[in-house]
C-alpha cells in the first residue's frame, strides 16, 4: 500500500492581481495550497468504465477491482451546466464528490463582497471529504461549474450502507479520507506559516 499522498486532479488558478487589491481575501493563498498541486497525469478516456475511473482517484487507487465495483454501486453521478453551483458558502452539506468530467471553479467571498477565486479542480479531483466522515460541516466555499460537469458523489448515509453490508471496504475508505484530510490540512498549515513568514519583519525603535 502506498504512504504518500500525491493528491492529484488539481489545477492551480493563476491569478493576476486586480486593480481593487482588497478583492484578494487573506484565505486565498492557504486555500489554493489547500486544495494540492498540479496533477502530472491526465485522466482516461472519457469513455472508461466508472471501476476504471474509480482506480484514478487518490482516495480509491490502492482498492481492488471487486472493492471498486462494489463502490461503483453506491456512488451517485450528477451533470451539471455551465454556471450552475454544486454548492454554495455557507450551505451545510454532508457529501464529499469527485470530478469525473470538466472543470470546476472554487470560489470565496472576499472582504469587499466580490468573489475572489481560488482555485480551478479538473479530474480526477475530489473535494470535501469531511462532510462524508459525519462532521457537521458548513462549506467554506463555493464550487461552480465552468462548462459541463459531471460528479460522483458519496454521502454520510452511504458510508454508512457500507459499513453495515461491506465493513473492511468501509474502512479502508474512511481511513484514505482520513490521511487525505490531514494532507491537506498539513498544507494548509504549511501555507499559513509561509505566509506569516513573508511578512514584513517589524524592528524596534
Request: aromatic share 8%; net charge neutral; proline share 6%.
Amino acid at each position: 500500500m502506498k504512504t504518500k499522498f500525491d493528491l492529484p486532479g488539481i489545477k492551480k488558478l493563476l491569478l493576476r492581481r486586480p486593480a481593487d487589491t482588497e478583492s484578494l481575501d487573506a484565505s486565498a493563498a492557504p486555500a489554493r495550497a489547500l486544495f494540492g498541486p498540479t496533477p502530472e497525469t491526465a485522466v482516461a478516456e472519457k469513455g472508461s468504465s466508472l471501476v476504471d475511473f474509480l482506480k484514478q482517484v487518490t482516495l480509491f487507487e490502492d482498492l481492488g477491482r471487486r472493492d471498486l465495483r462494489r463502490l461503483a454501486r453506491i456512488v451517485h453521478e450528477r451533470d451539471y451546466h455551465d454556471g450552475e453551483y454544486i454548492f454554495q458558502e455557507g450551505k451545510p452539506g454532508a457529501t464529499f464528490f469527485v470530478l469525473r468530467r470538466g472543470l470546476i471553479e472554487v470560489v470565496r467571498e472576499g472582504s469587499s463582497g466580490t468573489e475572489v477565486p481560488l482555485a480551478m479542480l479538473e479530474p480526477p479531483a475530489s473535494f470535501e471529504e469531511s462532510a462524508a466522515m459525519g462532521a457537521e460541516s458548513v462549506r467554506w466555499f463555493s464550487a461552480r461549474a465552468r462548462g459541463p460537469v459531471s460528479l460522483l458523489t458519496l454521502g454520510k448515509s452511504d458510508l454508512d450502507a457500507l459499513s453495515v453490508n461491506f465493513p473492511l471496504l468501509a474502512n479502508k475508505v474512511l481511513m484514505r479520507l482520513a490521511g487525505i484530510m490531514a494532507i491537506r490540512f498539513r498544507m494548509l498549515l504549511d501555507a499559513q506559516y509561509l505566509k506569516e513568514s513573508e511578512k514584513p519583519q517589524e524592528t524596534d525603535q
